[in-house]
């Protein structure tokens, strides 16, 4: 008999709809307690697609007293006794998510039509400015119920983010929400609790400087694991779909939990949190479809991102040589006018905290996991490299293919057609630097699929790649000479560890050219 597949929520973001219809659900709700019981105002910064709006989803049904949809949950037990607990509060949920804001009164249409709403509920005049507006809801709601409001705010900079290139329209839409949630600051007493949720944190330009009152608990270490999936949560929770997804793929449990640690776990919030956690859009999927794939990638590639740093003299051996450092005030600040894009990386998911230096306050940022780092590098690669396209014949699939058959003719043609495709528009950084780029990419990338090492340590080839049956071992120069590269490489020993291995090893020795920006010459050993 075929065992049952349970319902993965996949892309739900309604808690209601979560528990009504017998989705699978991690539970969160003890930070809900947590959060509840502690302060009264909060900000929550997380990539997208990591559980936000679920997230405030809950807050906002914990809010309406639905009580009988966390029946079995942790805040149950927690809120069991307490007389004030489970009682209905005016909720005011804004949520920024699947709106067009490419129009300069966007923003100010979807206010109102928000608020357009909750005046017919509480019996409210629709005129004067969205501010006043607002402030007129929040008194009367007091007026009318006898509590408190909730400002539930989802994906706050969506309106922000989608007009970074239109200059005027982000300072519009900023000024918008600046007039329009500054309200809360004045009205404190007419509020029960108010939380913020967003991909970035637009700190000293925005909304932000008036609203000073709200604490922005992105990055400390007891709400680490409020978005994700940790390790025991994944185990605890999802036991069938691991044992499922183990015998799909040919895998005992602890192969495949290992797999699935390495494409989608290592994201750290917090500089000293031991505990990481898995990206929950990819590891679903994952565990539904019962294969490893680039799920979160895949539904937003950072074109933004990719293409500013292939036009900057950004350093991209930095993303994996453990040398990229930030601190805690730089990677929670995001200004768009700021030169440095490893804030923006790693707000957006594409870096995470690697580890922490206490004594200097120093956080060292890498890729969280395979998933980000080779897709990542790939869609960088395509903006170095524009005109090598997957399927023609210069690509890394073929790349890789050549070197499993030992074919050194088609390796360096790929390679010649690489290098060849940097294009002349990129001037204005000296080609070293896209020379150094595209080689680190290209062998990284290369890594995915074959055993590969790129400027690992000082006293090692450029490039060493290991097949089933080969070993070619790589020195590349620029505006020298392939005898130079040759030479290297056995004054150096690079193939000394090598020496009783069965397999064939080829010592290669390649020169380009910076003028022509072609590989001039090549040669080889064996």
């Not at 969160?28 to 697609?49: D, M």
């Not at 895949?298 to 293409?307: A, N, W």
């Not at 057609?417 to 290369?446: G, K």
Request: negative net charge.
């Amino acid at each position: 008999m075929k065992e049952q597949r349970r319902r993965l929520p996949i892309g739900v973001q309604s808690f209601a709809s979560l528990r009504k219809e017998n989705f699978v659900y991690v539970d969160k709700t003890r930070y809900i307690y947590e959060l509840v019981h502690g302060s009264k105002q909060y900000f929550l910064s997380r990539p997208r697609r990591f559980g936000k709006s679920l997230f405030l989803s809950t807050l906002k049904v914990y809010w309406e007293g639905a009580r009988e949809l966390f029946e079995g949950l942790a805040i149950a037990e927690l809120e069991q006794g307490k007389a004030e607990a489970w009682q209905p509060y005016p909720v005011f949920y804004f949520d920024f998510n699947g709106q067009n804001y490419q129009k300069e009164t966007a923003l100010e249409d979807v206010l109102d039509k928000m608020l357009e709403r909750w005046e017919d509920e509480y019996s409210c005049e629709k005129d004067g400015t969205l501010s006043n507006r607002f402030q007129n809801l929040l008194t009367k709601a007091r007026a009318k119920t006898g509590r408190e409001c909730v400002v539930l705010v989802d994906e706050y900079d969506k309106p922000l983010l989608e007009v970074l290139e239109n200059d005027a329209l982000e300072e519009h839409n900023k000024a918008v929400f600046k007039g329009f949630f500054g309200t809360l600051k004045n009205y404190d007493e007419y509020l029960r609790f108010v939380f913020f949720t967003g991909v970035t944190k637009f700190s000293k330009v925005s909304i932000f400087s008036d609203l000073n009152q709200l604490e922005d608990i992105s990055m400390d270490e007891d709400y680490a694991g409020i978005c994700g999936i940790t390790e025991t949560e994944m185990r605890e929770t999802f036991a069938l779909e691991i044992r499922q997804m183990a015998e799909a793929n040919g895998l005992s449990e602890e192969a495949c939990l290992a797999q699935l640690r390495k494409a989608y776990d290592g994201y750290h919030f917090a500089a000293e949190a031991e505990t990481g956690v898995y990206n929950p859009y990819s590891l679903l999927n994952a565990l539904k479809k019962r294969r490893f794939g680039s799920f979160w990638f895949e539904t937003g590639t950072p074109t933004f991102l990719v293409k500013r740093i292939g036009k900057s003299s950004f350093d991209v051996k930095k993303f994996t040589d453990g040398k990229l450092y930030s601190t805690e005030r730089a990677l929670s600040d995001y200004r768009a006018d700021n030169p440095d894009i490893v804030p923006l990386l790693y707000q957006t998911g594409y870096l995470s905290m690697a580890g922490y230096d206490s004594k200097r306050q120093r956080i060292t940022l890498s890729f969280p996991n395979d998933e980000v780092k080779y897709s990542f590098l790939d869609s960088l690669l395509a903006v170095y490299t524009p005109e090598v396209l997957a399927g023609s014949g210069r690509d890394l699939f073929s790349l890789d293919d050549c070197l499993e058959n030992g074919d050194l003719e088609g390796i360096r043609d790929i390679l010649t057609a690489l290098f060849a495709s940097i294009p002349y528009s990129s001037s204005e950084s000296p080609f070293e630097h896209y020379f150094e780029a595209v080689l680190y990419l290209v062998f990284t990338l290369l890594g995915k699929f074959a055993a590969c090492e790129v400027h690992s340590s000082k006293g090692r080839a450029d490039a060493v790649v290991e097949t089933a049956e080969y070993v070619y071992i790589f020195e590349f120069k620029l505006d020298k000479s392939a005898d130079e590269a040759l030479a290297q490489i056995k004054e150096k020993e690079y193939a000394l560890p090598y020496k009783a291995d069965k397999r064939k090893v080829f010592e290669i020795g390649v020169n380009f050219d910076s003028e022509s920006r072609k590989l001039q010459e090549w040669k080889m050993a064996e």
